[in-house]
């Protein structure tokens, strides 16, 4: 009986915790995109607090991402390169940010679509706070 209990004790602690770990995660911003090859920025602000991980979220149409350039508060510059077709409501891995937590100012990204649903997507960046 002890040892079910520590067991039990010790899954929803582990629950607990991955629940104030999804928490952490604090949208910075969206952009609905054009049809063809363009570029577009996501301005966060670097008063915005300081992230360790980026995640990129599709909804509305598909678009074809190239690369993505973080701008950090102070100055520096991440590129990051994407080369993925995200489908209408697809999401893309935890993107690790170089360093330890970064202040974001901007995000840039490049991407082309071809939407034969002639619906416009929305980009939307989620940042993980450190």
């Given amino acids: 009986i002890a ?11 582990f629950q607990l915790s991955e629940n104030v770990q999804k928490s952490n995660w ?24 300081s992230f360790t991980k980026l995640k990129i979220k599709v909804r509305g149409g598909d678009v074809n991402m190239r690369k993505m350039m973080v701008t950090y508060g102070n100055g520096n510059t991440e590129n990051i390169a994407l ?20 202040k974001i100012k901007k995000i840039t990204f490049w991407y082309d679509t071809k939407n034969s649903s002639k619906r416009k997507a929305t980009v ?7």
Wanted: hydrophobic share 35%; proline share 0%.
């Fill in 3 to 13: 040892l079910s209990t520590i067991f039990f004790i010790g899954l929803s602690s």
């Fill in 26 to 49: 604090v949208h910075l911003g969206s952009k609905k995109v054009n049809w063809g090859l363009e570029k577009d920025v996501i301005e966060v602000g670097k008063t915005e607090g």
């Fill in 83 to 102: 080369k993925f077709h995200f489908k209408k409501g697809a999401e893309s891995r935890v993107i690790d940010l170089k360093g330890e937590k970064r």
């Fill in 124 to 130: 939307h960046v989620a940042g993980k706070k450190a």
